[in-house]
């Protein structure tokens, strides 16, 4: 365990509120270097997660992953992947990733409900073992874990499964094609594979159309 998990600021606040013989606790409790069975466990029986990153102008921001069962593959106790599907071409996630590399990860189970946070390194790669594991990822992104930490899911509120995104990509690697991707006022910018792919969706759409699929769960 390292003893730089809490900075300068953490420990002020800590003296102000008392809590640091408290933190110093839950540090030795529920922070650990690697991912041992139980966390690998909840981990890979996750769907999603929630990806945080550093942009070039310094903000930190925060995306929400889904994907199959297990998106995120617990190779080894210091070592995680998980791929990056198709997206709106913005690249800011795997972007941050390249340049700062620092990522934060949190695992959440909304109907027990139980979290998990995860601090790693990470690289971006196009030509990965991984790849195998993820039909119809673009990327994968392959992970050295810092520390990772349990946390306490009183503020979680319980909520209900429904079903799996249909967007998530098949054994073969196919999904729908987006409404987003049909709007005709977006053709001409949409990347070299997707153009023409609207028609065979069932054609072109206009914004008010997409707002209408936005509103009833559609797009």
Request: net charge negative.
């Amino acid at each position: 365990m390292t003893d730089d998990f809490y900075g300068g600021s953490q420990r002020s606040l800590q003296d102000a509120f008392g809590t640091r013989q408290l933190a110093d606790a839950h540090q030795l409790t529920i922070v650990a270097d690697g991912i041992d069975a139980d966390r690998k466990e909840f981990i890979e029986s996750r769907d999603f997660f929630f990806l945080s990153s550093v942009g070039a102008d310094g903000f930190p921001t925060v995306s929400y992953k889904g994907g199959p069962t297990g998106v995120v593959h617990v190779e080894d106790e210091r070592t995680i992947v998980f791929p990056s599907y198709d997206g709106n071409g913005m690249f800011l996630s795997m972007g941050n990733i390249e340049a700062s590399a620092k990522i934060g990860l949190l695992f959440i189970d909304f109907e027990t409900p139980n979290r998990l946070r995860l601090h790693a390194t990470a690289t971006v790669h196009t030509d990965d073992p991984a790849l195998d594991r993820y039909p119809g990822a673009e990327l994968i992104v392959r992970a050295k874990v810092e520390n990772t930490f349990i946390n306490c899911a009183r503020y979680i509120h319980p909520h209900t499964r429904v079903r799996s995104s249909e967007y998530v990509p098949d054994p073969a690697g196919e999904q729908p094609f987006p409404a987003w991707k049909r709007i005709d006022l977006i053709q001409p910018f949409l990347a070299p594979g997707d153009q023409g792919k609207a028609e065979a969706a069932g054609g072109e759409i206009d914004i008010e159309e997409y707002g209408r699929r936005l509103a009833d769960g559609t797009s």
